[in-house]
């Protein structure tokens, strides 16, 4: 019965250190939700609401909703959208939003080149105002990354949060929820 | 050229085309749009001096002795597209399973002649394939985890080479038509969205591979590519925030589409078109007896024997039906008009118009901004049917016919590009307040007050543009095995005016990119 103890105190220390076989995604944050496809996974407020939706070219997207403001503004939205055997470069991609922030009235406030689970990634940030249907002028801040996996899929990953929200305050935590899984 | 007699706007079965068009015209826009800035001060004078002496208007030049090197300010200093030719191959795959894939690839060679601010002409050969994946689903949960199909929308690749002259540049044109094209069951194997992905697998596999390129029709040409395009991604939830909230929009439709972004490898300049999503087509049918009937008694056989008042009643009196559809005709194609009507004034016209307001962004190497271009794109297209009457069919706003058929009377386009300048501070206000505002309005008077640069140009659109079009008409199409249709197509455009804008004077001649 000896090797019992051992084997107990191995596995505990196994778990402590994350050393299991499987490399799953980090545990998600206390109050919040995963969401885990084959591809990523990520963590997202407990009571905000992942739908399905599509791009203006038709493509899928998801969103998940924060709890509705007075203001008709939702505290908070993760948007999500990927293309597989993307053919382009983050270069690329990045001359595509600075044009589409551009036309739409957002402020770029950051653009860097970062890295996620070993792949090349960009993180961005934009700052812009919208209108609710009352005439309040809501400022609005922009979190996002672009990742381009090893398989060439191209992954947009933006977290939207009203000032004056509790959304914002819960950005970073979203963000470094951000992982890859491997059917990438 | 071939018999084959296909207008661009056909497929009347499938609904939305507006991302085939925002294909075809952005190529028009690219080629027009501020792609490079070659503000030459100096040399511009000579080459209008030219072409001056070539319009005999040798005074102007000996005057000024070549104008003292003075450029005109208001003049464009972009490059200018004299002529286009497209042979473009189009192939649609539809692969029934549980989640209905529909695919869609388009293979384009293109060679287009430009005229720089130098006066120098040079040509372009762009090898284009673009696509709308249809297969694009969500992730289903499957209850071990979500997976979905996301190879949705549409992707755009090309590569442009360069030459500086027209030999070189029409057998590489020859020969990459012949070489990507020729074959339509390995360009379906080699560009579908579904079976491309494992062509190109197939391709990197060692001594299969290489001579399974060649044979495709895959491998690239030996010659450098001084640009290439690349697909436009995902488009950043910008339009889809202000649709899922009760906020009011700006302004109505704001969605945008990416056409793609080309990379210039000389200069590193990046410039990315972005079309607004839901442009489309408008038609409006013709019958001239209809016409007669609201003018005085007598005016159709006066027309018909040429007298000038007559014909003049008439076309305005057609003008104001095609005003009602926000369509407009130009001198060239009011003079095709009665010279039809001469000859048969029982005529029936389709007019066709497509418009397109297409936005170019261009940055330096570094990612900042050099320019902005909108860009309106729009082709009339206008058909005439000898029986003049429009069988069993009612004036709409498709102007389909249901019987009949008709010929092509007039094809012209016109590519209008107003340009922002970044470094000019007023210029980037203006774009600042547009971005916030979305006042077209506002951003228009500010180029006709003078702001920015503005040029029009008019191209007739030839080639096997379909001299035969009407509904059901499967000419051009082949079908394979019920899965995949394909079809030919080839179109030129012929550069038939060029203008600038100068405030005080309105639209003057563009003389370096005519002459």
Not at chain 2, 43 to 57: I, N
Not at chain 2, 413 to 432: I, S
Request: with cysteine; glycine share 14%; aromatic share 8%.
């Amino acid at each position: 019965m000896e090797a019992l103890p051992r084997l107990t105190a191995c596995a505990a220390l196994a778990l402590a250190a994350g050393c299991s076989a499987h490399h799953d995604p980090p545990p998600v944050p206390a109050g919040f939700r995963e969401y885990r496809t084959g591809a990523y996974a990520f963590g997202y407020p407990a009571g905000w609401t992942p739908h399905g939706g599509t791009d203006d070219s038709g493509a899928p997207t998801l969103d998940v909703d924060g709890p509705e403001l007075p203001s008709g503004v939702d505290d908070g939205q993760i948007h999500l959208a990927r293309r597989d055997r993307f053919t382009g470069g983050l270069d690329g991609q990045m001359a595509q939003f600075r044009g589409l922030a551009l036309l739409n009235g957002y402020h770029l406030t950051a653009v860097r080149r970062t890295a996620l689970d070993g792949a090349d990634a960009r993180r961005v940030e934009a700052r812009y105002t919208i209108t609710s249907t009352d005439g309040t002028r809501t400022p609005m801040h922009l979190t996002g990354l672009y990742v381009l996996t090893g398989r060439r899929t191209l992954l947009e990953f933006m977290i939207r949060s009203p000032d004056g929200g509790s959304a914002a305050a819960r950005v970073p935590a979203i963000l470094g929820s951000f992982r890859l899984r491997e059917g990438r | 050229m071939s018999p084959q007699q296909r207008s661009p706007d056909r497929l009347p079965d499938r609904g939305a085309s507006v991302p085939e068009y925002a294909g075809i015209l952005a190529l028009v826009a690219a080629v027009c749009a501020s792609l490079f800035v070659l503000g030459v001060p100096g040399q511009t004078s000579d080459a209008v001096c030219r072409a001056l002496h070539r319009m005999h208007l040798r005074d102007a030049c000996a005057a000024g002795g070549g104008n003292g090197g003075r450029t005109d300010p208001d003049e464009p200093t972009t490059a200018c597209t004299t002529g286009i030719e497209t042979k473009y191959l189009e192939e649609t795959v539809t692969i029934p399973t549980r989640i209905n894939v529909r695919t869609n690839s388009r293979g384009t060679v293109q060679l287009t002649r430009r005229v720089g601010a130098d006066g120098k002409t040079t040509w372009e050969v762009t090898d284009f394939t673009w696509g709308e994946g249809a297969a694009a689903s969500p992730d289903f949960d499957f209850g071990f985890g979500k997976f979905g199909i996301w190879g949705g929308g549409q992707f755009t690749n090309g590569t442009v080479y360069s030459f500086d002259n027209e030999k070189d540049a029409k057998k590489f044109f020859d020969d990459l038509v012949d070489h990507r094209i020729g074959n339509t069951a390995k360009f379906v194997v080699r560009t579908n969205p579904i079976t491309g992905g494992f062509s190109w697998l197939i391709g990197k596999t060692p001594w299969v591979g290489k001579y399974y390129d060649r044979w495709i029709g895959g491998s690239e040409p030996e010659k450098k590519p001084s640009a290439d395009y690349q697909e436009g991604g995902p488009t950043g939830g910008f339009k889809g925030e202000l649709n899922l909230w009760k906020v009011k929009l700006p302004f109505k439709g704001r969605g945008w589409l990416i056409d793609g972004t080309r990379t210039d490898h000389e200069t590193g300049q990046r410039t990315t078109y972005f079309t607004r999503k839901g442009e489309g087509e408008v038609g409006v049918l013709v019958d001239l007896g209809d016409v007669w009937k609201a003018l005085p008694k007598g005016t159709r056989e006066r027309a018909a024997a040429g007298a000038a008042d007559a014909l003049a009643l008439a076309v305005d009196e057609i003008g104001k039906r095609l005003a009602g559809k926000g369509v407009e005709l130009s001198p060239a194609e009011i003079d095709k008009i009665k010279g039809q009507i001469r000859l048969n004034p029982n005529i029936g016209l389709n007019v066709k118009h497509r418009g397109q307001t297409t936005w170019a962004y261009t940055e330096d190497k570094d990612g900042d901004p050099i320019s902005l271009t909108k860009t309106g794109n729009s082709q009339n297209v206008i058909y005439f049917r000898a029986d003049g009457k429009a069988k069993g069919s009612l004036e709409g706003d498709k102007g389909e016919l249901t019987a009949g058929k008709q010929w092509i009377l007039s094809s012209q386009r016109t590519v209008t590009d107003k340009t922002l300048d970044y470094d000019d501070p007023q210029d980037r206000q203006a774009f600042e307040d547009y971005a916030r505002t979305g006042d077209d309005g506002a951003l228009d008077r500010y180029f006709d007050g003078g702001g920015g640069r503005m040029s029009r140009l008019t191209y007739d659109v030839g080639g096997d543009t379909g001299k035969l079009d009407a509904k059901g008409e499967a000419g051009g199409r082949s079908k394979f095995g019920g899965l995949f249709e394909s079809s030919t197509e080839h179109q030129v455009n012929t550069l038939t005016g060029a203008q600038y804008y100068k405030p005080g004077e309105g639209w003057v001649p563009w003389k370096r990119c005519l002459g």
